[in-house]
C-alpha cells in the first residue's frame, strides 16, 4: 500500500512534533508503518534527529517480528556515522535496540561494544538515567559468554548508579546477580540478591519469566524440592510462549536439572519439547544444535548406540547450517558495510568539483582539534566566492554556472592539494594550506590569481595562523576580507 506523499506533513516536522504524531502511525497496520518509515528514510537524507527516530521506530517493529538481521540494517546506518548526528536520547536507544539484535543472534562481543557505546555517549551527555540500565545490558553479554565474573563487576557498577534509574530497573540487576551467583555456586549471596530483587524491586511483577526461571535452578541447588516443583511447573506451562533465546536457555537449565537428579521424565520432556518446537519452526537452526546436543549427552548417558548416532548427525547437520548462516550474514555484512561507506564518501564528497564537502571541513576541523601536533601547525586559510555565478545562472542557465564551479574548483587544485579544499557553500570554497611559511602561502594565492581570466575568477580572502588550533575562530576573518575583495571586483569591473 503506497501513503500518500508526506502523510501529515512529517517530512517537515520537528523532533517533538514527530514524537507526538506517534501515536497516529502506531493506528496504522504494521505493513502501512513499515512502508512509511521507509519512505521516510528515502526521502529525509539529511542528519537529523527526526531521522534517528524514525530508524529506530522502523527498526523496532522488525525486531518485534524476531527479525534481528533486518533491524540491525536498518540501525547500523546511524550507528557508523552517529557522531555526524545531533545528540538525543533516542540515538542511545538506537545503540541499545541494535545491541539486543546483536544479543539475539549470539554475537554478544558486538553487542557488549554498542552497550559500551550507549554508555559512553549517555556519560558524555550526563544521562545518568541510562548508566545502570546500559551496565546492566553489559552483563548480560558476560552472562550468556559464561563470564560470570565480569558479569557481577558490571553489576556492581549498575547498583552504584541504580539511585539515578528507575527503580524497577533493579528488578533487572538483582535477578541477573542471583543468576551470575548461583552459576559460580555463591548459593547464599544468589539467594539474597533474588529475595532483594523480589521482595524490594517487584521483580515478579516486572520480569516474571526471568525470576521464574532463576527460582526454579536456584531453588533446586538450594535442595528446596517444593520450590523448584513449582517454579519448574510453571517453566513448563510458559514454554510455548517463548522466544527462541528464551526457549533454549529454559531446556539447558531444566534438562540439567533432570540430569543431575536423575529424572527421565523431565530430560525426555525436554527433549520432546525441542523437538516439538523445530518440527514448528525449522529455521532456527541454533535451537537445532542446542537439541541435538543435549539429545546427546541423554544418548550417552543412556550407553544408546543409534540414539548416539542420531544426535551426532543432528550436530553436523546444524553446525553445517550456521556455518551457512554465518557466511551468508558475514557476506551481507560486508556488502552493507562498504555501502554504507560509500554512501558517506559520497556524502563527504561534493560530485560537480571533487572538493571536501561543508560536512567533511567539519569533521577534519574536529580531527584537527583533538590532535596536539595538527593543532600547533602553522596554516593558511583561504576563503573564496566565485565572481558572477548569479548573472551566468540568470542569463545561461545552471549547467553553464555548474561549469563555472568546476573550472575554478580545476584552477585552485592546480595550486592546493586536493585534501585542503572545501566546497562550503553554493559559490564559496574554503582552502586550508599547511605551509612551512606565510611567504610559502601568499605565492600560492599569487599563482592562482595569476590563472584568473575576466570570465573565470573568484574573490578571495586569507589569514596566517600559527596555529591550527584556531581555524574556527579565524575564518570569519578570512571571510570578511574576501568581501572586502568582492566589493572591489565589482566597483572596478562595472
Not at 60 to 67: A, D, K, P, R
Not at 234 to 240: A, G, P
Not at 333 to 354: C, K, V
Amino acid at each position: 500500500m503506497n501513503l500518500p506523499k508526506d502523510k501529515w506533513g512529517m517530512l517537515n516536522m520537528n523532533y517533538n512534533d514527530f514524537l507526538t504524531r506517534q501515536q497516529q502511525i502506531k493506528k496504522l497496520s504494521i505493513a502501512e508503518q513499515k512502508n512509511f518509515y521507509e519512505q521516510l528514510l528515502k526521502k529525509k537524507y539529511d542528519k537529523t534527529e527526526v531521522r534517528i527516530l524514525a530508524s529506530f521506530y522502523y527498526g523496532q517493529l522488525f525486531y518485534q517480528e524476531g527479525n534481528f538481521r533486518k533491524t540491525i540494517e536498518i540501525i547500523e546506518p546511524i550507528i557508523v556515522d552517529y557522531q555526524s548526528y545531533p545528540y538525543t536520547p533516542k540515538l542511545l536507544s538506537c545503540f541499545n535496540l541494535i545491541g539486543v539484535a546483536t544479543h539475539c543472534e549470539t554475537e554478544y562481543n558486538v553487542s557488549r561494544f554498542f552497550y559500551e557505546t550507549a554508555l559512553k555517549i549517555a556519560m558524555e551527555n550526563d544521562e545518568k538515567y541510562y548508566y545502570a540500565f546500559e551496565y546492566n545490558n553489559i552483563a548480560l553479554t558476560y552472562i550468556e559468554e559464561q563470564n560470570y565474573e565480569e558479569a557481577l563487576k558490571s553489576l556492581a557498577l549498575a547498583e552504584d548508579v541504580l539511585k539515578d534509574c528507575d527503580e524497577e530497573m533493579g528488578a533487572y540487576i538483582y535477578i541477573n546477580k542471583s543468576i551470575s551467583l548461583q552459576k559460580l555456586n555463591r548459593l547464599t549471596e544468589a539467594l539474597k540478591a533474588f529475595e532483594l530483587g523480589v521482595s524490594q524491586y517487584h521483580a515478579d511483577t516486572i520480569v516474571p519469566d526471568d525470576v521464574t526461571r532463576c527460582a526454579a535452578t536456584l531453588y533446586y541447588k538450594l535442595e528446596q524440592p517444593e520450590k523448584y516443583e513449582t517454579y519448574k511447573k510453571q517453566i513448563l506451562s510458559k514454554m510455548d510462549e517463548m522466544y527462541a533465546a528464551e526457549f533454549m536457555d529454559a531446556c539447558r537449565e531444566l534438562f540439567e536439572c533432570g540430569r543431575d537428579s536423575c529424572d527421565d521424565n523431565l530430560m525426555n520432556h525436554i527433549l520432546r519439547s525441542m523437538n516439538q518446537y523445530m518440527e514448528k519452526y525449522p529455521d532456527e537452526i541454533k535451537v537445532g544444535l542446542e537439541f541435538a546436543e543435549l539429545l546427546y549427552v541423554y544418548a550417552v548417558g543412556k550407553m544408546d548406540k543409534d540414539a548416539i548416532l542420531e544426535a551426532l548427525e543432528a550436530k553436523n547437520y546444524y553446525k553445517d547450517r550456521i556455518i551457512e548462516y554465518s557466511k551468508e550474514k558475514y557476506i551481507k555484512s560486508l556488502q552493507q558495510y562498504i555501502e554504507i561507506n560509500s554512501q558517506i564518501s559520497e556524502l563527504e564528497r561534493d560530485a560537480l568539483t571533487g572538493f571536501k564537502t561543508r560536512k567533511a571541513y567539519y569533521k577534519d576541523i574536529a580531527i584537527i582539534e583533538c590532535d596536539e601536533e595538527m593543532c600547533n601547525q602553522p596554516v593558511g586559510i583561504a576563503f573564496a566566492d566565485v565572481n558572477g555565478l548569479k548573472k551566468i545562472n540568470d542569463n545561461l542557465g545552471h549547467e553553464a554556472g555548474d561549469e563555472l564551479l568546476a573550472a575554478i574548483a580545476k584552477k585552485i587544485i592546480t595550486i592546493f592539494q586536493e585534501a585542503g579544499c572545501y566546497r562550503f557553500g553554493g559559490d564559496e570554497f574554503i582552502i586550508l594550506s599547511f605551509d612551512k611559511s606565510e611567504t610559502d602561502f601568499q605565492n600560492k594565492l599569487q599563482k592562482l590569481s595569476k590563472l584568473w581570466t575576466a570570465e573565470c575568477s573568484a574573490s578571495i580572502g586569507s589569514v596566517w595562523l600559527e596555529h591550527a588550533k584556531d581555524i574556527e575562530k579565524n575564518l570569519s576573518v578570512a571571510d570578511e576580507k574576501m568581501y572586502v575583495n568582492k566589493n572591489y571586483y565589482y566597483k572596478n569591473r562595472f
